[in-house]
């Protein structure tokens, strides 16, 4: 028998329900998002479950309130898959029982398990996830910065309206530095105080940006050097790919890896039609990779443009030939972060 344990995550209680290989509940267990909880709903699983032929679990994937349950129960040497949100939504719309609670949730989680056999699997690969923590610290640093600057355009722009830093340029030192020297020239004044306070807390963050953009780009080059061989594929946007990614492996084949990263075309067609639509699902982050990667071979003259001018050949629109190209652009990657000793990158161009 095959006993699948859905468990729905929150930052304070875990809830797992477990059902058999057809979906019928088996039993209900909250614990504790602790350590001490992790244990006890692991103990709960194998002193229920543990002589089934096979055990699984599967969680929700919110990785910022799963991870540790993940590396409890990869660390006891349990099977874990990770069900996007989506599909626990569609299950539990799908159930004949109504309402959303801990339980109905972590039911759906379990029944879309059995439904998809397919699911990417949870992995320890501290690499990406190191990668991805700087990289989303890096982001939340610059979002803030981006806050200041605004309100430091409008501080600036009553002091004096002729007072307008060029777009973009507001993360220059130089472009600080001029701006502090105007407002050092002011009259005191709590409008002028503010914007100085602004101007240095601006400096200081785009030099921990700097720092880290740094340490990020020291990071991939040791972890994914082929990445950045492709064309388009800055040190940032490879480290977007790896974080985002969370090791390769755990995806069966490049169609799945495409699937994930909201690449692959859906079928929507009906009779003797041939048609597709866009896949709005997905990881966004690894799509929007994907897409500057896509955008900048397009500026560029070699194989990417290549494509992109061929596919318009054939009657493409702009959008459906960027979207053809994000399709091919998830093969290439797939197949560059494949470890060397396992999957050689196929005969395709190093663009797409």
């Known amino acids: 028998m095959v006993v699948m344990v859905g468990i729905d995550v929150h930052k304070g209680t875990h809830t797992a329900v477990a059902v058999d290989e057809v979906g019928r509940e088996l039993g209900q267990r909250t614990v504790r998002a602790t350590d001490a909880g992790h244990r006890q709903l692991l103990r709960w699983a194998l002193r229920e479950f543990g002589e089934a032929d096979q055990l699984r679990f599967a969680v929700e994937d919110c990785r910022h309130v799963s991870t540790r349950l993940e590396r409890a129960l990869l660390d006891a040497g349990q099977a874990v898959l990770r069900v996007p949100p989506k599909l626990m939504a569609s299950a539990r719309s799908s159930a004949r029982t109504r309402g959303k609670s801990d339980p109905i949730d972590a039911l759906a989680i379990a029944r879309a398990a059995l439904r998809e056999p397919r699911l990417p699997v949870a992995s320890h690969d501290s690499v990406s996830r190191e990668i991805k923590l700087l990289v989303d610290h890096r982001e939340d640093l610059v979002n803030t910065r981006t806050e200041m600057q605004n309100r430091l355009r409008w501080h ?13 340029t507001l993360g220059r030192l130089e472009t ?12 005191c004044s709590m409008l002028v105080r503010i914007a100085t306070e602004l101007v240095g ?24 050097p082929r990445l950045l061989e492709l064309p388009g594929c800055g040190p940032l946007t ?12 755990r995806f069966r084949s490049e169609a799945c890896f495409a699937m994930h990263a909201g690449a692959a075309p859906i079928p929507a067609s009906s009779g003797k039609t041939n048609r597709h639509r866009l896949a709005r699902g997905g990881n966004r982050q690894l799509n929007a990779a994907l897409h500057r990667i896509a955008i900048t071979q397009i500026r560029l003259d070699g194989p990417g443009r290549i494509y992109y001018q061929r596919r318009l050949a054939l009657g493409n629109t702009k959008m459906e030939a960027l979207r ?3 399709r091919r652009l998830a093969r290439v990657v797939f197949n560059t972060l494949q470890p060397d000793t396992t999957v050689q990158p196929t005969a395709l161009p190093a663009a797409a």
């Open 238 to 249: 490879a480290a977007k790919i790896v974080g985002e990614t969370a090791n390769v492996t």
């Open 201 to 224: 807390d601006i400096r200081e963050l785009t030099m921990r940006a700097r720092q880290l953009e740094k340490e990020i780009t020291e990071r991939i080059q040791a972890a994914a």
């Open 324 to 326: 053809a190209m994000k």
């Open 156 to 168: 600036l722009h009553e002091l004096d309206p002729e007072l307008d830093p060029t777009p973009r």
């Open 176 to 187: 600080l530095d001029g701006i502090a020297k105007f407002l050092a020239a002011q009259p």
